[in-house]
């Protein structure tokens, strides 16, 4: 059984900083690329951030330069740096992992969201 948990969402006032952090625990032989999305209300998922095994890091347009993926392999965490927050920010942010268990199986994992809203 594999788990992944976020933390760190809350409410912000548009400029301020939140970090997100999850965290993969349970039958993990290794973990591939992590992701974070974002879902806000009456829209799509949209992917935010991939970040490799290797450390290779990918953006969405809209969080470029404003956003910064992080990963400790070690740990089996993703985090994600949210500086000069917008209110179109405000989204159910999910975690999500590409995770081999023991099991030999690679298999895309799920967080349960966290809430960031951003307003003043």
């Known amino acids: 059984q594999v788990q992944l ?3 760190g969402g809350g409410l912000m006032q548009p ?4 970090r997100l952090s999850c965290a993969a625990s349970g039958s ?3 973990i591939y ?3 974070w999305h974002r879902q806000a209300p009456g ?3 949209e992917l935010v ?7 290779t890091t990918n953006y969405a347009d809209s969080v470029k330069g404003r956003f910064t993926i992080s990963r400790d ?3 089996n965490t993703v985090d994600l740096q949210m500086n000069s927050l917008k209110p179109e920010d405000t989204a159910v942010y999910y975690c999500n992992a590409d995770i081999r268990s023991y099991a030999g199986t690679v298999y ?4 349960q969201g966290t809430q960031v809203t951003v307003s003043s």
């Open 5 to 7: 948990v976020e933390s």
């Open 15 to 18: 400029g301020g900083s939140l």
């Open 28 to 30: 993990i032989f290794s």
């Open 33 to 35: 690329a992590m992701r």
């Open 43 to 45: 829209k799509q998922r």
């Open 49 to 55: 951030a991939t970040i490799s095994f290797a450390g």
């Open 73 to 75: 392999n070690a740990k």
């Open 108 to 111: 895309p994992y799920w967080g």
